[in-house]
């Protein structure tokens, strides 16, 4: 499978600032996604982000808050925008791939940001 | 609304067998998975069902019941290793996987 990488690994944020995690893959994937994993909860999809065109944005996220940047087929950022304790979590950036033998895409995970907001 | 559910923790003896089970309600069904999630890692993919029956894998197992709306992953032969928590996550007729809270698998000597 693709072996990706993020980062930061792990940051602690000022409220209202800004903070980039940059995801880097070592293939040409054609979909990047973007997770939040706060603590005790599932993960959630924040956006899938497509090259060369605009970010798609899950119910309850918007672009303001989470820009993404999509400029080449190995690489993403997600931006979390004005901080606030609530964004403490675990960000993590994955692509599809379709294993051998199995008919179907199957998301593979960065090693994932976490972010504390104080 | 969409819902996944399995439990929050389990606890189970190293050497012994450990079934962790999994219910969905989705919209439309592509296929099911299991991740497994070590504590400050990322999931890394087990298995996929998208037919009834079971799947074997080594010593990890997962089985599908799509008119039950049911999985559940066998571990066996516990080692101290397996100890994480393990993600139940279905793909749905849009191909949106969603993922269950997880179960933390707790593996005693």
């Known amino acids: 499978s693709a072996v990706i990488s993020q980062k930061p690994s792990r940051d602690i944020c000022q409220r209202g600032t800004s903070l980039t995690i940059q995801c880097q893959v070592d293939s040409q994937v054609t979909m990047m996604f973007w997770y939040r994993q706060q603590p005790g909860q599932s993960l959630t999809l924040i956006a899938t982000a497509n090259q060369g065109s605009e970010a798609t944005y899950e119910s309850g996220f918007v672009i303001d808050k989470f820009p993404i940047s999509r400029p080449n087929l190995t690489f993403s950022t997600l931006t979390v925008s004005n901080m606030s304790p609530e964004d403490s979590s675990i960000y993590l950036c994955?692509?599809?791939?379709?294993?051998?033998?199995?008919?179907?895409?199957?998301?593979?995970f960065g090693p994932g940001t976490r972010l504390t907001v104080l | 609304g969409q819902n996944i559910d399995q439990p929050t923790e389990m606890t189970a003896t190293e050497g012994a067998i450990v079934q962790i089970n999994c219910t969905y309600q989705t919209s439309g069904f592509n296929g099911l998975f299991w991740y497994q999630q070590h504590a400050g890692e990322a999931p890394t993919f087990l298995s996929y069902?998208?037919?009834?029956g079971l799947e074997e894998k080594g010593r990890f197992s997962s089985f599908l019941s799509r008119s039950k709306g049911y999985s559940y992953l066998l571990l066996k032969e516990l080692q101290m290793k397996d100890s994480a928590s393990y993600l139940c996550a279905v793909s749905n007729r849009d191909d949106k996987i969603i993922f269950g809270k997880g179960t933390r698998l707790h593996i005693l000597p």
């Open positions: 994955s692509v599809e791939e379709t294993p051998e033998g199995q008919g179907t895409d199957t998301q593979y």
């Open positions: 069902n998208v037919l009834d």
